[in-house]
Structure formats: structure tokens, C-alpha cells
């Protein structure tokens, strides 16, 4: 008997090759098979003229899709049906979750099987779960396909409803999402929040003390004066800067401290008040797929799609088990793996005395219904499994967290004494913290956020010497410490899907699409690991909340997700669902339609910015990008903003300064001695720059320069736009061969170039005076390696141009090389799975 088997990826395939018998086949659909139409061209020319054809859901008769198989998946399902023809059974082998039920049941309407078919679902990829699963086989639950063929159109619904309208009223090629909307909506409150914030400044004093008879050192930090409370950065209204409740705290400023400190000088110093408490500590519950995302993001930088991305590969090899889950259990298999591995690695001590499970499900607890841990039922140590770079890193942190579940309580000690200084009739009360690890337990593999326990160990504890109530202690040092209170922190990924997840907007598994959109549409850009939003954002954002205040609630969108969950659950049927979302008077539809009418598209440009100062400064964004706008003398004036800016970078000073030099920008700084040309001080999209010389049919680009990093337009004078407009300029030639060396300022900033050979100058040295012997000293200094272009995989010869062809990866991505020509690799695609096929089409689908 011969079967066929179908799973979703090559990387799959050659896993599960490894455990079935002789007489399987198994083979790839390479993700979804099809879908609905992502262009018009993919519209069967039968339906292009139906009303809802550009939607690709028939609105009109149950919101029946219309699915097509994207030209690159066609090879595919020929391969398939091909195989499909020698078989004697099918067996589909996808995911289990929503998409990979769906997958199976778009295979099943594809192939047309006409022999028997089976479900075979499992969670991890060993021989113990295959075996099992081949065993246990079942049906497609039609309850799980409907969920995310819900999903799938009510996403389709919402962008392609909303998204024309940004178009038209903002500017073309935005787009709207049910749940991107929401996270957008999340980055610019908090934008405005961090906008509004008054900083404040406030004192305390930090003492370095000893027990009198004891050489150790301590610190103390001062709480309160006279028994009255210090304030502190809680005790300010974030908007005003001032205290919220003045009478109940002490406000200190500099010369109030600095007099304490004095004061305090000449005090009597003695122990008032110790109080001893002992704390056990529980291990975290084993990851689940936002907690796994957040981790990751906070320990090593990945971004919620690197985590998933990697974990798919430690899936798909193996490694662990399905990496999108809402569920903290652990099978009993799962648990015995880990307490083995907790024994032989730390030794009985290190085990705690009974089992501990945890059985947190998240809202609906769709997709697999585990944790993600490491797979089988005994556990690969990470320096034994053979893996390297961001693989070894994620697997690593998935094996502590998990084994961390079966160790032992961690015993704490903390102490806090209290120790006042007495003088001149003030009393100044100094608390001093320590903290023991009685017990380390479960700290000794896991500690969050931290990625050496034992270091984290050793960072933890502070230690006291031993204190009773009066004792004396000396003073050995004192001073005042000045503190700014802090804006709220913008969001990062891991924080963003901290909040989507308690919010209840979207599901974990979605996490990493939605911040991957947000920032691919320009609605967000990273900054270290910060998400700050972007001027579209606001003006998106905006509209909505006065137009559709719905799209960006989360309690709505919330809800939503919950239907979603009924529908996986057999409860809630999904036209019925998808009516009252999209149809009848209170719809989506008719609100875009009742609203269009009413949104002035120069209204919807401007964007409301908590700022102070701005009377009288509108800011907007246009088809090219933010711009400012005043009327002075009667006439409005314009100038567009740096594409470096943010929102919260604006200030009326900045403005101003921007428009004052676009207003006079027909008017020259000056004119070059030698050419009498006019020399210009302007500002565009990508900030203030010099140059020389004006636009005419003769001269359409005259030569331009940026301003360097740090300089303002106002520090501008014609003898310096003159420095700038010599860049790159020469230094004279090399003594070695006698080429020439120059200096100039490129897109990576100033540097230094000779034959060919580029260094960056360091920003001790500066582009406009930098000399020949300086140029060569840094010339000869070794290059610090930079990743460039290296092969991935060589796929062969393409069939007509017999042109090589090869996975590469660079510094923008992974991509293939077809002879000269460089095509990046669609998102979502594993360059280690890119095959021939999928290189061929998507050569031809770029030209």
C-alpha cells in the first residue's frame, strides 16, 4: 500500500521522512495552496464584472469566497495531483491550528481525492508523536477551517473597505486592518502621552554608611524628613510637571539638599527600625507564543517575527514542540522530561517535591493545546543538539524555561532597615535594602530576562551586615542626587504584545504579522527596540477615532476575536457573524459609505499634535511626506519636514526655523567667488542642505549637499555652505601608488576613499578639515568586518536562460541571484526552503 502524505514545508518533509515506514511518500504544498485573490489579474475573468469582485467575497450570497491558486503555487499542485495518482490513500499531515486545518481542507477541494483520506494531526515532530498520530488519525474539523476562513474574510473586509478611503482622503497606499488599526491607535496614545508629559526635577540624598565596628559599606537612600515622605517621581501629575498633592510630601530643591547635606554632616547616625522577611519565589509558567515573543525580544534583540520565524525551524527539525499556542500545560510526558533533566543536571535538591502543571489557557486556548517546550519525553541538553547562531539562542531559553517548572522554590531574604539622622532638630530617616538567596532553586537555570543565571545570581544580592534596632552606624560619605521624572516609555515589541494579549486584541499567533505590518506600511519604524509612531500614524489614527471609533477600540476588536473563538467551537455561526460586522444600516459598509461624504481630505491631513506653541502652525501630511504650513504677511508658507523627525521631535522653534528658511529660499546666503554662482540654504524631505547654483533648463540638478549631522541651519554662513559644497573633496595622493584620497559623506556618513577602498571617518575627526596623513593612518587601519553576500544554497541552472541560480542572504535580507539580476525572497519564505520552482516563478512574475 502506498501513501501519500502532505505537510506544509520542505524542512517538514525531511523530518517526518525519518519516522515513517517504507511505502510513504511525503512531499510539500509550501504553505497555503490558495487563497482569496490578491489582484485583479488573479480575478477569473468570469466574476470580474460582479460588484464584489474587487473584494473577492461574494457580499451578496453568504460572503462565499472566491478562492484562486496564485500562479507561483500551479507546479505544486501538479506535483500533487501527480503523486496523488500512484497513492493508495492520502494522509494530510498539516499543522495543528486553524491555518493548518485550513490547508488541509484547501487540499482536499483542490486535489479531489478519490481515494480514502485521513487527518494526521501531531505536536511535535519524534517518532513516539508521528507513530502515535498515523495510529489515531481523524477528519477535518470543519468548526477550525470556518474560524479562519472567517478570519481571512472579515481581515479582507475591513482593508479593503477602509483602505480606499485613507486613499482618498490622505493618501494613496495606506491601509487599515481590524486588528493593525488598533496597535497603531495603542503607539500614538502613548505618543501623545509622552508629548503632554512636564518633566520635573526633584532631590533626595544617598548616604554610604558602616555599623559602627564593621569596615563593610553600605548605601541608605533618604525617605523621609522630619516623618514626613520624600517626594518622588510618582508623586508628579505627568501633564503639569507639578506635585499632585504638595502639602503631603517634601519637595526638595538643589540648595535645600545641599544644605541638608550639610546638616546631616554633624548628625548622629543609629539603627530605628529592621524588619526581617523571608520569600519564596515560583518558577514562570512554561512559554506559550507571546510570552515566547516577549522573552526573546527582551533577551536577545529578535524581533516578534525573528522568534517566530526560528521557532518554526526548532518545530519543523524536531527540536520543540508546536510554537503557536495559548496554553501553559504540560503533558505528562513533558513533565517527566523535565524533572529527569532537572536531576541529572542540578541533582535531587534542585527538584521540586511534587509536580507542578500549570493550566492557564489563553481567551478561546486555540492551536495546540501544550506549551512550547522541548519535544520527545527526554529532553536534547542545547549544547548537544547541534544547533548554532539564533537557533541554539531560542531553543536554549525554551529548554531553561521549561525545565525551570519542575525545579525547586527560590528562598529569599530580604531585609530593610531603617536608620535616622539626628540634628539641630531634624530628623532624617535613611532606608538601606538587602537581599540574600537562602535558596537559589530554579534561579540556578532560568532567571527572566537575564541570560547567564549564575551571573544573575551574583547581581541579585545585596548584602547587609548584621543590624539590631540602636545600633550606631558611622557615615563615610554623602551626597544629593537630582532625579527628572520620565516621560512613559514608548512601546517595543515585547511590551506591544504584552498589551495586544491583555487587551485581548488578536491572538498570539498573530502577533508577529501585525508588528511586522505596521512597520512595513510606515505607520511605525524601529529605533533600538523602540516603536515609534510615524506622522501617517497620527493622521490615520485620527480619522478613525472621529469616523470609526469602533476600528481602533479595543474592547470591540476584542469581542470580535471572541466570536472568532466561538466560531472554532462549533458555536457561533459564521454568516451570521460576518452580517452584522459588514452588512444592514449599522454595518461597516454602510458607515464607510455615510462617512465619506462627511471627511474634508484637508482636514483629515492636519494632524492634532499635543504641542505647546504651535498657535498658528498647522502640521500634515501630504502625497510626499509631513509638511508644515503658516500664513505670515497675509500668504501661507510651507516646508517640508525631515524624514528623520518624529512627531515628538517637533517643536514651534524647529518649525519655525524650518519655515523661515523656505520662506527666504529664493533668496541666496551668498555667491561663490569663483563661479558667481548663487549659493542656497534649503530644506526638503530629507532635512536642511546647501546649493549651488539655480534649477534651469540648462542646470535641472545643480550640485547639493546635506548638512552634516549636528549642524543647524542656523549655524550657516556662505563661507561654511562653500566647505560643504567641496565634498567629496581631494586630500592629495596616496604615497604608496599615488592615487588620489578624498573625503566626502555618503549614506552611511563621512568617510575617506582611495582605489576603491572606503573607511568611515570617526566622529572625533571632521569631514571638512581632515588631512592627507590622517586619511592614510585610517586607510591602513584593518576593516572591521561587516556581514556581506554569502551563499545560502546553490539551486542550479534555470531551465531556459541557463543562468546559475542561488539563495543568498545580504544585508537587507535573503534574496536570489538569476546571473546579475538580485529578486529578494517574498516575506515569510525560509531561504534554507527556497526551491528551484519557486526561484523559476518568481524570476518570471518580476520580469
Known amino acids: 500500500m502506498k501513501s501519500l502524505v502532505i505537510v506544509e514545508s520542505p524542512t517538514k518533509t525531511k523530518t517526518i521522512k525519518k519516522y515513517l515506514p517504507k511505502g510513504y511518500v511525503v512531499d510539500s504544498s509550501m504553505g497555503h495552496i490558495r487563497d482569496l485573490p490578491s489582484s485583479a489579474k488573479e480575478i477569473p475573468a468570469k466574476y470580474k464584472k460582479e460588484s464584489w469582485s474587487n473584494l473577492g467575497i461574494n457580499v451578496d450570497d453568504r460572503f462565499d469566497p472566491l478562492y484562486v491558486i496564485p500562479s507561483s503555487k500551479k507546479k505544486v499542485v501538479t506535483k500533487l495531483k501527480k503523486l496523488l495518482k500512484d497513492a493508495d490513500e492520502l494522509i494530510l499531515a498539516t499543522d495543528e491550528d486553524r491555518e493548518g486545518e485550513a490547508i488541509s481542507w484547501h487540499l482536499m477541494e483542490i486535489l479531489k481525492p478519490k481515494v480514502p483520506v485521513k ?27 470556518h474560524a479562519q476562513e472567517t478570519r481571512r474574510i472579515l481581515d479582507r473586509l475591513a482593508g479593503y473597505t477602509v483602505s480606499p478611503l485613507l486613499w482618498k482622503k490622505i493618501s494613496p497606499g495606506l491601509s487599515a486592518g481590524r486588528v493593525q488599526s488598533v ?46 515622605r520624600l517626594a ?47 520569600q519564596k519565589r515560583n518558577p514562570a509558567p512554561p512559554f506559550i507564543t507571546s510570552t515566547l515573543q516577549q522573552e526573546a525580544n527582551r533577551k536577545f534583540g529578535f524581533s516578534a517575527r525573528d522568534t517566530m520565524s526560528v521557532a518554526q525551524k526548532l518545530y519543523e527539525k524536531g527540536f520543540i514542540t508546536y510554537m ?8 505528562g510526558q513533558a513533565i517527566g522530561a523535565a524533572r529527569d533533566a532537572v536531576t541529572d543536571e542540578y541533582g535531587e535538591d534542585y527538584l521540586f517535591e511534587r509536580v507542578r502543571n500549570y493550566n492557564k489557557k489563553g481567551k478561546g486556548a486555540q492551536e495546540a493545546h501544550e506549551a512550547i517546550r522541548p519535544s520527545g519525553s527526554r529532553f536534547v541538553k542545547p549544547d548537544k543538539a547541534g544547533l548554532s547562531g539564533r537557533e541554539f539562542k531560542l531553543y536554549d531559553l525554551i529548554w531553561k524555561r521549561t525545565i525551570a517548572t519542575q525545579m525547586a522554590e527560590a528562598e529569599l531574604e530580604f531585609t530593610n532597615v531603617t536608620i535616622r539622622a539626628s540634628h539641630n532638630g531634624t530628623d532624617a530617616d535613611f532606608r538601606a535594602g538587602g537581599k540574600k538567596i537562602l535558596f537559589p532553586g530554579y534561579f540556578r537555570a532560568y532567571v527572566e530576562g537575564s541570560d547567564d543565571p549564575e551571573a544573575a545570581l551574583e547581581n541579585q544580592e545585596n548584602f547587609l551586615p548584621e543590624m539590631n534596632e540602636g545600633d550606631s552606624t558611622g557615615l563615610d560619605d554623602l551626597n544629593f542626587v537630582s532625579h527628572e521624572t520620565k516621560p512613559p516609555a514608548r512601546y517595543t515589541e515585547a511590551t506591544l504584545v504584552k498589551e ?23 505607520y511605525a519604524k524601529s529605533e533600538g527596540k523602540t516603536l515609534i509612531p510615524t506622522f501617517t500614524a497620527f493622521a490615520v489614527s485620527s480619522l478613525l477615532e472621529k469616523h470609526f471609533p469602533e476600528l481602533v477600540d479595543s474592547d470591540f476588536t476584542s469581542e470580535l476575536e471572541n466570536k472568532l473563538d466561538a466560531v472554532a467551537e462549533g458555536t457561533q455561526d459564521p454568516v451570521k457573524y460576518l452580517e452584522d460586522y459588514y452588512s444592514g444600516d449599522n454595518g461597516l459598509k454602510a458607515k464607510v459609505d455615510t462617512q465619506e461624504d462627511k471627511i474634508d481630505p484637508q482636514e483629515a491631513k492636519l494632524l492634532d499634535l499635543p504641542l505647546e506653541g504651535m498657535e498658528g502652525i498647522k502640521v500634515a501630511v501630504g502625497r510626499f511626506g509631513p509638511y508644515a504650513r503658516m500664513t505670515k504677511n497675509g500668504e501661507e508658507v510651507t516646508t517640508s519636514l525631515p524624514n528623520d523627525m518624529d512627531p ?70 556662505l563661507d561654511l555652505a562653500l566647505e560643504l559644497l567641496k565634498l567629496p573633496r581631494k586630500l592629495g595622493e596616496h604615497p604608496e601608488d599615488g592615487k588620489v584620497v578624498r573625503a566626502g559623506v555618503g549614506r552611511y556618513g563621512p568617510y575617506v576613499v582611495h582605489d576603491g577602498k572606503f573607511k568611515s571617518i570617526p566622529k572625533s575627526d571632521s569631514v571638512l578639515d581632515i588631512e592627507l596623513d590622517r586619511a592614510v593612518e585610517l586607510l591602513a587601519q584593518k576593516k572591521q568586518s561587516r556581514r556581506g553576500s554569502n551563499e545560502i544554497k546553490d539551486l542550479g541552472k534555470h531551465p531556459d536562460t541557463d543562468k546559475p541560480i542561488k539563495v543568498m542572504t545580504g544585508r537587507y535580507g535573503p534574496y536570489i541571484k538569476h546571473g546579475k539580476k538580485n529578486i529578494s525572497l517574498p516575506k515569510g519564505e525560509a531561504p534554507e526552503d527556497f526551491t528551484m520552482s519557486k526561484a523559476i516563478d518568481l524570476i518570471k512574475e518580476k520580469g
Do not use: C
Not at 498520530?133 to 474539523?141: F, P
Not at 503557536?324 to 503533558?331: E, G
Not at 495586544?500 to 502577533?511: A, C, I, N, Q
Open 232 to 278: 518622588s517621581g510618582k508623586d508628579f501629575d505627568e501633564n503639569t510637571g507639578k506635585l499632585k498633592k504638595p502639602k503631603s510630601v517634601v519637595l526638595l530643591d538643589e540648595d535645600k539638599a545641599s544644605a541638608l547635606v550639610d546638616d546631616l554632616k554633624e548628625a548622629k547616625w543609629s539603627v530605628i527600625n529592621v524588619d526581617v522577611k523571608t
Open 500 to 522: 495586544l494579549e491583555k487587551r485581548g486584541v488578536g491572538r498570539p499567533s498573530t502577533y508577529a504579522s501585525i508588528i511586522s505590518t505596521i512597520q512595513d506600511r510606515g
Open 183 to 228: 496597535a497603531v491607535e495603542f503607539l500614538v496614545e502613548r505618543e501623545r502621552e509622552r508629548m503632554k508629559f512636564r518633566s520635573a526635577t526633584y532631590y533626595d540624598l544617598k548616604a554610604q554608611l558602616h555599623k559602627e565596628g564593621d569596615d563593610y559599606k553600605f548605601d541608605a537612600d533618604l525617605t523621609h524628613l522630619n516623618e514626613k
Open 119 to 145: 487527518r494526521m494531526a501531531f505536536r511535535e515532530i519524534t517518532k513516539e508523536a508521528v507513530m502515535n498520530a498515523l495510529e489515531n488519525t481523524r477528519d477535518i474539523d470543519m468548526n477550525l477551517v
Open 324 to 331: 503557536r499556542t495559548d496554553s501553559t500545560r504540560l503533558s
Open 648 to 717: 515628538s521631535d517637533i517643536s514651534s522653534e524647529k518649525l519655525e526655523e524650518l519655515i523661515k528658511i523656505s520662506e527666504e529660499q529664493d533668496k541666496p546666503i551668498g555667491h561663490d567667488p569663483e563661479t558667481e554662482d548663487p549659493i542656497f540654504l534649503l530644506s526638503g524631505r530629507y532635512g536642511p542642505y546647501v546649493q549651488r547654483g539655480e534649477v534651469t533648463e540648462d542646470n535641472k540638478k545643480p550640485k547639493r549637499v546635506s548638512l552634516l549631522k549636528g549642524m543647524e541651519p542656523a549655524d550657516v554662513d
